[in-house]
């Protein structure tokens, strides 16, 4: 039961264009989102997140978007530059016991961004 | 202020080994969590740990155990160690883990764990 997808492996953008990146969830429970960029053999680095009463979160290139209706968020990259070609995961955590500490993933998107 | 370390940085063991991973946290975080991560099944919550307590289990079996110290800093056990354990393992720490305030876990760089 995967309650984090993200449907497109990968994507490919031409620098300085935008990266869109998607993700859906299931379980309402989820009340914070949270993007994190991610290396090969390194450990995730958070980019941004977003709570559940918010529908729009801005730093810098990057802005995240919520559709709580739809169960569906996106990141935005403005411009796209070749350092940003990476894995992108998305995440959400929900409030609760059993949620403590937890992270649930999507798959991740690998992210191209050709100079 | 220095970020998550987790040590070793990799490791290579056999089946029927035993493993012992370490975590020290963020100055000040009191959660630390545990993942695996795997091609096959992405990014997986092991365990979680607050004031030397295990508060949150993922789906794995008993042979993955960990335990935290009173400075906060964790280790993760693996014992009678099989291929499929071969896994990046990430250790994040947050503030409190209780998602009460919406908290941002920060990743070290994790350890890369190879199973012959």
């Known amino acids: 039961d995967q309650q984090v997808k993200q449907n497109s492996p990968s994507l490919s953008v031409q620098e300085g264009r935008i990266s869109i990146l998607n993700c859906d969830y299931t379980?309402?429970?989820?009340?914070?989102f949270l993007w994190y960029k991610k290396y090969p053999a390194e450990g995730p680095t958070f980019l941004i997140s977003?709570?559940?009463?918010?529908d729009k979160n801005e730093d810098g290139r990057f802005t995240v978007f919520l559709n709580k209706s739809a169960k569906h968020l996106s990141l935005h990259i403005v411009p796209s530059q070749p350092g940003d070609s990476a894995v992108y995961f998305c995440?959400?955590?929900?409030?609760?016991?059993?949620?403590?500490?937890?992270?649930?993933f999507g798959q991740g998107t690998i992210l191209t961004v050709h100079p | 202020k220095a970020g998550v370390t987790q040590t070793p940085r990799y490791l290579i063991k056999t089946r029927g080994q035993q493993v012992t991973l370490s975590c020290s946290p963020i100055?000040?975080?009191?959660?630390v969590s545990w993942y695996q991560q795997t091609p096959g099944q992405g990014l997986q919550f092991l365990f979680e740990?607050?004031?030397?307590?295990?508060?949150n289990k993922g789906n794995f079996p008993g042979r993955f155990s960990g335990r935290q110290f009173s400075n906060s800093r964790s280790e993760m056990n693996v014992s009678t160690l099989e291929l499929g354990d071969s896994a990046l393992y990430l250790c994040?720490?947050?503030?409190?883990?209780?998602?009460?305030?919406?908290?941002?876990?920060?990743f070290g760089p994790g350890t890369r764990l190879l199973v012959l």
């Open positions: 379980n309402s429970m989820f009340d914070y």
């Open positions: 995440a959400a955590s929900a409030k609760g016991s059993t949620s403590y500490g937890k992270l649930t």
């Open positions: 994040a720490s947050s503030l409190t883990g209780t998602g009460a305030v919406q908290e941002t876990q920060y």
């Open positions: 977003i709570s559940s009463i918010k």
């Open positions: 740990y607050f004031s030397e307590t295990q508060r």
């Open positions: 100055s000040g975080h009191r959660s």
